[in-house]
């Protein structure tokens, strides 16, 4: 079981590098202003918190998380590539430019926090250390990092104080294979998602209840 995980790990590696590699051919180098972005967040404001920290556990956070994912999440909620139906038209009207001083402003932000749920974080603190090599559960930390914050190059994205109903919805999305949808002449949903669908489809209701608990506390 150990050899699977180490398996995982190293495609994970793989897949990271490969999908740094991609962008930066396919893209021309857009460099963010958090400065312009910060004036371009006012819009965002409403839902994402002023900087970046959101008042509605269904609204993801942005504070601290890592450009080069929000950057790239933006482009995919623009084409409806990331099916998202109150956050698709937010999306719509971004130039790729916009789209870089948006992440470097939120990038630039201190994540608020919030606080475990003390009755369940233990059980998702071992999982997501330690994984469930019996059900063929990776660590969530051998990618997202011992404390949750993730990995831009390889656009694994921060998960430390997310959200709690936001991380459940999401899981259920990588689980059913909802969260992208192929459309035509559009880029595909990132490599890095494929990890999650196989990943999400193993864990059980109880297992997501622990690691968003958890999660919201993670720092
Ligand atoms: C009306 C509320 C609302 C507004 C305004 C809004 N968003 Fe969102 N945003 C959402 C919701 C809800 C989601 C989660 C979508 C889902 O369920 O997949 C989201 C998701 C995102 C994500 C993906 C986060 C992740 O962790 O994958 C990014 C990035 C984002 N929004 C950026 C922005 C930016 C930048 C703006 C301003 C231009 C903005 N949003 C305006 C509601 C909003
Ligand atoms: C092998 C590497 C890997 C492991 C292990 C892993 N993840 Fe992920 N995770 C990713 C990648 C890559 C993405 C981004 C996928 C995408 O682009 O949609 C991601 C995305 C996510 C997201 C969506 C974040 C957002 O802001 O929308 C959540 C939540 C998440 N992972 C939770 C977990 C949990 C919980 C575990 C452990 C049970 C875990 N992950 C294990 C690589 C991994």
Same mark, same amino acid.
Request: hydrophobic share 45%; glycine share 10%.
């Given at each position: ?35 312009? !972005?910060?004036?371009? +967040?006012?819009?965002?404001? $409403? /839902?994402? =918190?002023?900087? &970046? ?6 609204? @993801? ?68 250390? !330690?994984?469930?090599? +019996?059900?063929?559960?990776? $660590? /969530?930390? =051998?990618?997202? &990092? ?6 831009? @190059? ?66």
């Amino acid at each position: 079981m150990k050899s699977r995980i180490a398996a995982a790990l190293l495609a994970a590696t793989l897949i990271g590098l490969g999908i740094a590699a991609t962008v930066r051919a396919a893209e021309p180098a857009v460099v963010g202003s958090a400065e312009a !972005g910060a004036t371009k +967040a006012a819009v965002c404001a $409403a /839902c994402h =918190g002023a900087t &970046g920290s959101s008042v509605n556990p269904e609204w @993801p956070n942005l504070a601290g998380q890592h450009h080069e994912y929000i950057a790239e999440q933006l482009n995919l909620l623009k084409s409806v590539v990331r099916v998202a139906p109150v956050m698709n038209p937010m999306a719509a009207a971004l130039s790729p430019q916009d789209m870089a001083d948006l992440a470097a402003h939120f990038e630039a932000q201190t994540p608020a926090g919030l606080e475990a749920d003390p009755a369940l974080w233990q059980a998702g603190q071992k999982l997501y250390r !330690g994984g469930d090599a +019996a059900r063929g559960i990776p $660590a /969530c930390s =051998g990618c997202h &990092g011992p404390n949750g914050r993730g990995n831009g @190059p390889a656009r694994w994205p921060q998960i430390r104080g997310q959200q709690p109903v936001y991380v459940t919805n999401q899981l259920h999305a990588y689980a059913a294979k909802t969260r992208y949808a192929a459309v035509a002449g559009q880029p595909p949903a990132p490599a890095g998602a494929e990890l999650m669908y196989d990943i999400a489809k193993r864990l059980g209701e109880d297992d997501i209840k622990s690691l968003v608990a958890y999660l919201q506390g993670l720092r």
